[in-house]
């Protein structure tokens, strides 16, 4: 009985474990990511300044 109960309570739970695909906002933010990393920049810094210093080069 216990089994037959368990299998209806889990056959009305949605179980969605698809990736939603990114939306175009993610998609820039990763291509920036890449190109940073490419670029051979430092990617560790003294300060948050010389961080947003490296942004803007």
Not at 14 to 40: H, K
Request: charged residues 30%; hydrophobic residues 40%; aromatic residues 6%.
């Amino acid at each position: 009985m216990q089994n037959a109960l368990h299998h209806d309570i889990a056959s009305r739970i949605p179980l969605d474990l698809s990736m939603p695909e990114p939306n175009e906002e993610s998609l820039q933010a990763v291509r920036e990511a890449d190109d940073f990393f490419s670029s051979g920049k430092p990617a560790r810094f003294k300060t948050a300044a010389d961080m947003i210093a490296s942004l803007e080069e």
